[in-house]
C-alpha cells in the first residue's frame, strides 16, 4: 500500500471501527483495537500531519455515530435533507477536532518513556473537555461502548465513565506497541508497559468481580418501592396536536389501570406526557390528580410549564410529582440542561432558519435549582433526557440523598435510528457511578428498569405501548467514591497532560536553539 494512500485508510478503518463499537450492535470489542489503524498511520509522521490523519478518523467516526441528527431535523424540524446536513457536518467537524488533537499530540509522544500512560490520558482529558466545553456534548464517550460488560465497568464508582474509556486507550496503545517497529527498539520499555497494562486490566477485572459478587446478607431490610413504567407510544408527529390531548390523556390512563393488580406505589410516565401546560389546564389536569388517587400511588410525568414576570413569559421542561393526597401540592423540576436545537436555537440570530424541534411554547429556559423529589419514604433524583449524559447532574442528586435515580426522556425524536440505543448505554454508566437503581420511562423506548450495578433488569421493544412493573431496592444509603469527589481522576489526568505537552514544547524549542547555534 502506497504511503499516502494507506494515510488516509487506516485512519478511515480506525473511524469505522470506533462506531461499529458502540451501540446498537454487539462489536463492543472492537473498541480495544478501534485506535490500531490510526496509530499505525501516525508513525513518521509530524503533528500538522497527525492532526489531518485523526481529523479524518474523527470525522468518520462521529459521522456515521450521530448521522441520526439528520434525521431528527429533517423529519421534526421541517428542513429539508440538504439544508439538515449543515449542522450534521459542523457538528460532525466540531467533535473531530478532539480526535485531531489527540493524533498530533500523539506523535509528539511515539519515543517517550511510558507512551501509551500519556497517549491514554490526552484521550481522556480531551474526552473531559469535550464534555464540558460550549456547554458538552459527552455523547458516546469511549467506555460507554462496555455497558453491557458488567464486571469491566464497575470501576465507574470510582472513576467514572473516564476510568473505562482510559483503559480502552492503554489496551489500544499496548497492541500498537506490540505489532510497530519501535518495540525491537524499546525492548526494556516494553516489559514495563506488559506489567502497567496487566496489572490495571487485572484490577479492573478484580474489583469488578467483587461488586458484583457483594451480599446484602446481614444489612438492614431492603425498602422496596413496587414501580410501574407507562410507555405510551405517542407519534411524534401529532403528540402536540390539541385535537390528539383526549387520546394522549386516554392512553396513559387505560395503561396506567392495567397495572392495579400490581398495586404500585410508584408510577413514571416519560418526559412532556403531557402535551400541555398542566399548571392551568382546567380540563385535563384534574384527570391527572384523579389519576393519583383512583391508584393510590404517587405518579411522576413530563409536561411544559410557564412563568410570567414583568411582560416577559419563560418556559421550562418541567416534570411533576403528584401525590394521592388531594392536599398535597405538587412538587417539580425543571430540565437545568437543555438540549441545543430541540429547546432552544443556539446562536438564533446566525440559525434562525431553524425550526424548534418541540412546537409547544418558545424557546425553553434552563430551569436553576438541582434537587430531588422528597416523599416520606423516597428522594427521587430526576434527569430529563438529555440530561443524564452528564455525571455532575447524577452524582449531584445522590449527594443530596436521592435513594433512586429516574430519566424522563423522548426517544421519539430519534425514530428507527441507534441514537436511542447509544441514549440506553449511557443511562446505565449513571446507575454504576452512584449505585442507585434507575426508573427509565421513555415515550416510544427504551424504558428499562436499571439495576445499581448497571444491569438492564427489563427494557421495552421501540414504538411499542409497553408496562414494565418491578419492585425497586431503594435501601442503599451510602456513597461511592465517585459520587463524592467527583472526576478527581480525570482532573489528574488533565494536569499530567499539560505537564507533559510543556516538556515537549520546551524539548522541540531547545532543539530548535541548538540546532540555530544560539544555545
Given at each position: 500500500?502506497a504511503?499516502?494512500?494507506?494515510?488516509?485508510?487506516?485512519?478511515i478503518?480506525?473511524?469505522?471501527?470506533?462506531?461499529?463499537s458502540?451501540?446498537?450492535?454487539?462489536?463492543?470489542?472492537l473498541?480495544?483495537?478501534?485506535l490500531v489503524?490510526?496509530?499505525k498511520?501516525?508513525?513518521?509522521?509530524?503533528?500538522?500531519q497527525?492532526?489531518?490523519?485523526g481529523?479524518?478518523?474523527?470525522?468518520?467516526?462521529?459521522?456515521?455515530?450521530?448521522?441520526?441528527?439528520?434525521?431528527?431535523?429533517?423529519?421534526?424540524?421541517?428542513?429539508?435533507?440538504?439544508?439538515?446536513?449543515?449542522?450534521?457536518?459542523?457538528?460532525?467537524?466540531?467533535?473531530?477536532?478532539?480526535?485531531?488533537?489527540f493524533?498530533?499530540?500523539?506523535?509528539?509522544?511515539?519515543?517517550s518513556?511510558?507512551?501509551?500512560?500519556?497517549?491514554?490520558?490526552?484521550?481522556?482529558?480531551?474526552?473531559?473537555?469535550?464534555?464540558?466545553?460550549?456547554t458538552g456534548?459527552p455523547?458516546c464517550?469511549?467506555?460507554?461502548?462496555?455497558?453491557?460488560?458488567?464486571?469491566?465497568?464497575?470501576?465507574a464508582?470510582?472513576v467514572?465513565?473516564?476510568g473505562?474509556?482510559?483503559?480502552?486507550v492503554?489496551?489500544?496503545?499496548?497492541?500498537?506497541?506490540i505489532?510497530?517497529?519501535?518495540?525491537?527498539?524499546?525492548?526494556?520499555?516494553?516489559?514495563?508497559e506488559?506489567?502497567?497494562?496487566?496489572l490495571?486490566?487485572?484490577?479492573t477485572?478484580?474489583?469488578?468481580?467483587?461488586?458484583l459478587?457483594?451480599r446484602?446478607?446481614?444489612?438492614?431490610?431492603?425498602?422496596?418501592?413496587?414501580t410501574?413504567?407507562?410507555?405510551?407510544?405517542?407519534?411524534?408527529?401529532i403528540?402536540?396536536?390539541?385535537?390528539?390531548?383526549?387520546?394522549?390523556?386516554?392512553t396513559?390512563?387505560?395503561?396506567?389501570r392495567?397495572?392495579?393488580d400490581?398495586?404500585?406505589?410508584?408510577?413514571?410516565?416519560?418526559?412532556?406526557?403531557?402535551?400541555f401546560?398542566?399548571?392551568d389546564?382546567?380540563?385535563?389536569?384534574?384527570q391527572?390528580?384523579?389519576?393519583?388517587?383512583e391508584m393510590?400511588?404517587?405518579l411522576?410525568?413530563?409536561?411544559?410549564?410557564?412563568?410570567r414576570?414583568k411582560?416577559?413569559?419563560?418556559?421550562?421542561?418541567?416534570?411533576?410529582?403528584?401525590?394521592?393526597?388531594?392536599q398535597?401540592?405538587p412538587?417539580?423540576?425543571?430540565?437545568?440542561h437543555l438540549?441545543?436545537?430541540?429547546?432552544?436555537?443556539?446562536?438564533k440570530?446566525?440559525?434562525?432558519?431553524?425550526?424548534?424541534l418541540?412546537?409547544?411554547?418558545?424557546?425553553?429556559e434552563?430551569?436553576h435549582?438541582?434537587?430531588?423529589?422528597?416523599?416520606?419514604?423516597?428522594?427521587?433524583?430526576?434527569?430529563?433526557?438529555?440530561?443524564?449524559?452528564f455525571?455532575?447532574?447524577?452524582?449531584s442528586l445522590?449527594?443530596?440523598g436521592?435513594?433512586?435515580?429516574?430519566?424522563?426522556t423522548?426517544?421519539?425524536?430519534?425514530?428507527m435510528t441507534?441514537?436511542?440505543?447509544?441514549?440506553?448505554?449511557?443511562?446505565?454508566?449513571?446507575?454504576v457511578?452512584n449505585?442507585?437503581?434507575?426508573?427509565?420511562?421513555?415515550?416510544?423506548?427504551?424504558?428499562?428498569?436499571?439495576?445499581?450495578?448497571?444491569?438492564?433488569l427489563?427494557?421495552?421493544?421501540?414504538f411499542e405501548?409497553?408496562?414494565?412493573?418491578?419492585?425497586?431496592?431503594?435501601?442503599?444509603?451510602?456513597?461511592t467514591i465517585?459520587?463524592?469527589?467527583?472526576?478527581?481522576?480525570?482532573?489528574?489526568?488533565?494536569?499530567?497532560?499539560?505537564?507533559?505537552?510543556?516538556h515537549?514544547?520546551r524539548?522541540r524549542?531547545?532543539?530548535?536553539r541548538?540546532?540555530?547555534?544560539?544555545t
Open positions: 500500500m504511503p499516502s494512500l494507506r494515510k488516509i485508510l487506516l485512519p478503518l480506525s473511524g469505522v471501527m470506533l462506531t461499529a458502540f451501540p446498537p450492535g454487539n462489536l463492543f470489542f473498541s480495544w483495537v478501534a489503524p490510526l496509530l498511520s501516525l508513525e513518521d509522521t509530524s503533528p500538522a497527525g492532526f489531518k490523519q481529523l479524518i478518523t474523527g470525522f468518520v467516526h462521529f459521522l456515521t455515530l450521530i448521522y441520526w441528527l439528520m434525521v431528527v431535523l429533517g423529519h421534526y424540524g421541517n428542513l429539508n435533507i440538504f439544508v439538515s446536513l449543515v449542522p450534521l457536518f459542523f457538528l460532525v467537524l466540531y467533535l473531530a477536532l478532539y480526535i485531531a488533537v493524533a498530533s499530540l500523539t506523535t509528539w509522544l511515539q519515543d518513556h511510558f507512551y501509551i500512560i500519556f497517549m491514554a490520558g490526552f484521550w481522556v482529558s480531551l474526552e473531559y473537555i469535550r464534555g464540558n466545553l460550549l456534548f455523547w464517550l469511549l467506555g460507554y461502548t462496555q455497558y453491557k460488560q458488567l464486571v469491566l465497568i464497575q470501576i464508582d470510582l467514572g465513565v473516564y473505562s474509556s482510559f483503559l480502552i492503554l489496551v489500544n496503545g499496548f497492541i500498537y506497541h505489532i510497530s517497529k519501535r518495540s525491537l527498539k524499546n525492548r526494556g520499555l516494553l516489559k514495563w506488559v506489567l502497567v497494562v496487566a490495571l486490566t487485572a484490577g477485572l478484580a474489583y469488578g468481580q467483587y461488586r459478587s457483594e446484602t446478607d446481614g444489612k438492614k431490610p431492603a425498602r422496596v418501592i413496587k410501574a413504567i407507562i410507555q405510551g407510544n405517542i407519534d411524534q408527529s403528540k402536540w396536536d390539541p385535537a390528539y390531548r383526549t387520546t394522549t390523556m386516554l396513559y390512563k387505560r395503561l396506567t392495567t397495572t392495579r400490581f398495586n404500585p406505589d410508584l408510577i413514571v410516565w416519560p418526559e412532556t406526557a403531557m402535551p401546560f398542566f399548571q389546564n382546567k380540563r385535563f389536569s384534574p391527572v390528580f384523579s389519576m393519583a388517587d393510590g400511588a404517587l411522576i410525568f413530563g409536561s411544559p410549564a410557564y412563568k414576570g411582560g416577559v413569559t419563560k418556559y421550562y421542561n418541567r416534570v411533576y410529582l403528584v401525590t394521592p393526597d388531594p398535597s401540592p412538587q417539580s423540576y425543571d430540565k437545568v438540549v441545543p436545537f430541540g429547546e432552544y436555537i443556539p446562536l440570530k446566525i440559525l434562525s432558519f431553524i425550526d424548534r418541540v412546537p409547544a411554547a418558545g424557546d425553553f434552563a430551569g435549582k438541582i434537587a430531588p423529589l422528597e416523599t416520606a419514604d423516597m428522594s427521587i433524583g430526576v434527569v430529563i433526557c438529555f440530561e443524564v449524559v455525571p455532575e447532574l447524577a452524582r445522590t449527594r443530596q436521592a435513594n433512586m435515580l429516574v430519566n424522563l423522548n426517544d421519539a425524536w430519534f425514530g441507534s441514537a436511542p440505543y447509544q441514549h440506553l448505554s449511557i443511562a446505565v454508566f449513571r446507575s457511578e449505585h442507585r437503581p434507575m426508573i427509565r420511562a421513555a415515550s416510544s423506548g427504551f424504558s428499562a428498569f436499571i439495576g445499581p450495578q448497571g444491569k438492564i427489563q427494557l421495552s421493544d421501540l405501548e409497553e408496562i414494565l412493573e418491578a419492585s425497586v431496592d431503594i435501601s442503599n444509603s451510602s456513597l465517585y459520587t463524592r469527589f467527583g472526576d478527581f481522576f480525570v482532573i489528574f489526568l488533565l494536569i499530567i497532560s499539560f505537564l507533559k505537552i510543556c515537549c514544547l524539548g524549542w531547545l532543539e530548535k541548538k540546532g540555530t547555534g544560539l
